[in-house]
């Protein structure tokens, strides 16, 4: 008898997994030849939502479709009883940065206190809401800032972030320009850290400034608050 049950629960996984093979390939095919400028799927899982498949492209691009693919949404699924964007939810997982993993030798670093908390932060020069950030942040005590020139706005925003690079003292010319107005002078060395820093942008969908990463790999794009700052930091886990 207990093997009888065995046999037949095997069995049906065994169905049910090449049901969802089955399934997941007539989407992935009937998607690709009705739209054919659909990007590469990347994956195919069942969403929150019953009948709701989401597919993934580009890496971290989130669709809808139906058990067949006749149909394609785009935007946001709601969970209504929990009230949580799921599609938000799964983007930020998809994006989250290992904070271990960033290429901190292309960042300058400030300590401020102890230095025990640390924080990443992307930011353009030419950024009035990193100016705007900077000022808050700098009543953020006990922390380790990994600041990375990001120049995506302009060529001067490129000219300028050279030239904090290669400043003797980065962190002085950063905060002086960013705090006073202060231009950088003029200087040249290897920056090539900065269209490093642009890549990996690119590479982790970083779309705009401030964008802070957090040790758990969090991100929070936009300026924020000294206090909103201190609460990520604390509830920030490794």
Known sequence: MMNALKTALALATLTLTFG?????????????????????????????????????????????????????????LIDTKLRRNLTEERVEKLTAVDFSTLPVKDAFTIVRGDGKRKLAVFEDP?????????????????VTIHMFLYPILSKDSADKSRNIWCA??????WTDWMLREASPALASCDAAALARNVEFGKKHKITGTPTLIFVDGSRVPGAIGAQQVEKLLAEAKP
């Open 168 to 173: 003797k003292d980065k962190a002085k010319a």
């Open 126 to 142: 030419n950024c009035g809401y990193c100016k705007r950030f900077e000022a808050d942040l700098q009543k953020v005590n006990n």
């Open 20 to 76: 969802a093979v089955a399934q997941e390939a007539a989407i992935r095919k009937n998607l690709a030849e009705r739209i054919p400028q659909l990007q590469k799927i990347d994956e195919v899982t069942k969403s929150a939502m019953p009948g709701l498949y989401e597919v993934r492209v580009n890496g971290t691009d989130i669709l809808y479709t139906d058990t067949e693919g006749n149909f394609l949404i785009q935007g946001s």
